[in-house]
């Protein structure tokens, strides 16, 4: 049985750093592509970046320049790393096991953890 599982989140203040993790588990991690999202209260959910099987990754802009996104596929983990955190980036993080052909075009979400919360305060 694949599992996806988000670690790490918490309550931070503005302008700390925060890394979640990923894990996954029940696949070979090493091929597979992953994707960050995450969902503000009343908002859509949103990719926030994501890394292929190859190493290439891509962010939203929103985040980009702040938030880096890795895996060690020896552990079958993933992380984004946050820095620089403000309150717009409170939300509820999720991590996708998903594909990414090639690393370009656009991600497309596959199996969904259950998300862990990120609250940024003032």
């Known amino acids: 049985q694949v599992q996806v599982v988000e670690s790490g989140g918490g309550l931070v203040q503005a302008g700390e750093s925060l890394t979640l993790s990923c894990a996954v588990s029940?696949?070979?991690?090493?091929?597979?592509?992953i994707g960050w999202y995450r969902q503000a209260q009343g908002m859509q959910r949103e990719l926030v970046a994501a890394i292929h099987s190859g190493g290439s990754s891509t962010y939203a802009d929103s985040v980009k320049d702040r938030f880096t996104i890795s895996r060690d596929n020896d552990k079958n983990l993933a992380y984004l790393e946050m820095k620089s955190l403000q309150p717009e980036d409170t939300a509820v993080y999720y991590c996708n096991l998903g594909h990414w052909h090639y690393g370009v075009g656009p991600f497309e979400a596959g199996l969904w953890g259950k998300g862990t919360l990120v609250t940024v305060s003032s």
């Open positions: 029940g696949i070979i991690f090493s091929g597979k592509s």
